[in-house]
C-alpha cells in the first residue's frame, strides 16, 4: 500500500476546515478530484475516515485515530524536504572530482587548498588519472576532462572552451638536437607520448591558418599519465604535444619553449562533466565558478598566437 503525499494533505486540511470543498479550493484541486483523492485514502487503508452529510463534515473515530498519525507523516517530509533545500544552498558534504593527472598534482591540488579554506565544512574527495571516468558507476559527482565527451548524455559544463595543445621543449632538448621549424621535421625527433582515451595519441594535427596538417608521431618514451609526459619535457627528453593549461607555468618559467607558435594545435577544451544536472549542487556551482576563474588567469599572459 503506497498512500500519496497529496492525498494525506487533502485528509488533514479537510479534517482541519471540516469540509472537503474548503480544503479543495485551499488545494485549487475540483470537487471531483478532491473526492476521488479521498475515496483512494480510505480504500487503502481500508477504513472510513470522515462521515460527510449535505451541510457538514466529521472525523470518524478511525479518523481521528489516523489523524494524528497523518500529521505526523505530513511534518516528517516536510522537514525532510527543508532540510534537503538547505542543503542544497550550504556548500557542505562530500565532493567526489575526477581529474586529469598533470592539472591536477600541478594546478587543481593548490586551488582546492584556497577553496576548502573558503567553504571549511565541505569534504573533497580527489581521484586523479587520464582514463574517461565512468561517471555512472564510479562513485564521482563531476569530471574535470579534455576534450569533449564521447557520451552525448553527459552534462558538458565549458571550464576553459578556447584551450588548445602546444608543441614544447626543453631549452637542453633543443641545444643538442635543434629547434624543428616546420611539422614534417618532427618525424627526425623524439616524441613524448601520452594515451589519449584507450590509444597513444601518436597523430598530432595542427593549422597553419589555410589548412590542416596531419603527422604520424613517434619516440622511445609514452605513458599514461599526462603528467609524466610533461615532466620528460622538462626534463629535456624530447618533444611534447601537451594542453597550454599544462605547460603554461614551465613555458613562463623557462624550463619549456613553445614551438612553430604561429601554428594552431588541436583543441582541447576543459570541461565539467557529470551525469545528471540534477548533480549541480551548490557545491559544484561554486567549484565551476572557481575553476573557470583560476584557468582563465593561469591560461592568459605569454600564450602562444590563437589563445587568449
Not at 270 to 277: E, G, P
Request: glycine share 6%; aromatic share 6%.
Amino acid at each position: 500500500m503506497m498512500l500519496r503525499f497529496d492525498d494525506l494533505q487533502l485528509f488533514v486540511r479537510a479534517a482541519d476546515l471540516g469540509s472537503l470543498s474548503a480544503a479543495a479550493r485551499v488545494m485549487d484541486l475540483s470537487a471531483a478530484v478532491a473526492s476521488a483523492a479521498l475515496k483512494r485514502i480510505e480504500q487503502q487503508l481500508g477504513a472510513r475516515l470522515l462521515a460527510r452529510s449535505t451541510r457538514s463534515l466529521r472525523l470518524t473515530a478511525e479518523g481521528e485515530g489516523f489523524l494524528e498519525y497523518a500529521r505526523a507523516a505530513l511534518g516528517s517530509l516536510e522537514e525532510g524536504r527543508r532540510l534537503l533545500a538547505s542543503s542544497q544552498d550550504r556548500c557542505e558534504g562530500v565532493l567526489q572530482l575526477s581529474a586529469p593527472s598533470d592539472l591536477g598534482r600541478n594546478l587543481l591540488l593548490p586551488w582546492l587548498d584556497a577553496f576548502q579554506e573558503q567553504h571549511p565544512h565541505l569534504t573533497v574527495r580527489l581521484l586523479l588519472g587520464d582514463r574517461i571516468a565512468d561517471l555512472f558507476r564510479q562513485p564521482v559527482d563531476v569530471a574535470l576532462r579534455y576534450g569533449e565527451p564521447d557520451d552525448s548524455s553527459l552534462v558538458a559544463l565549458p571550464v576553459l572552451p578556447d584551450n588548445r595543445r602546444v608543441l614544447c621543449a626543453a631549452p637542453s632538448y633543443l641545444q643538442r638536437h635543434g629547434e624543428p621549424q616546420q611539422v614534417e621535421q618532427l618525424a627526425q625527433h623524439n616524441c613524448l607520448l601520452f594515451m589519449l582515451g584507450d590509444r597513444v595519441h601518436d597523430r598530432w594535427t595542427f593549422h597553419d591558418g589555410k589548412r590542416e596538417i596531419s603527422l604520424t608521431v613517434s619516440g622511445n618514451r609514452f605513458s599514461d599519465d599526462a603528467d609524466v609526459v610533461r615532466r620528460w619535457a622538462v626534463a629535456g627528453e624530447g618533444v611534447a604535444y601537451k594542453s597550454w593549461l599544462d605547460v603554461a607555468a614551465d613555458v613562463r618559467a623557462g624550463r619549456l619553449k613553445v614551438l612553430m607558435a604561429d601554428l594552431q594545435g588541436e583543441r582541447a577544451p576543459l570541461n565539467v562533466l557529470c551525469a545528471h544536472r540534477a548533480q549541480l549542487s551548490k557545491p559544484v556551482n561554486l567549484l565551476l565558478d572557481m575553476l573557470r576563474s583560476r584557468c582563465k588567469q593561469h591560461a592568459v599572459g605569454q600564450s602562444p598566437v590563437g589563445l587568449f
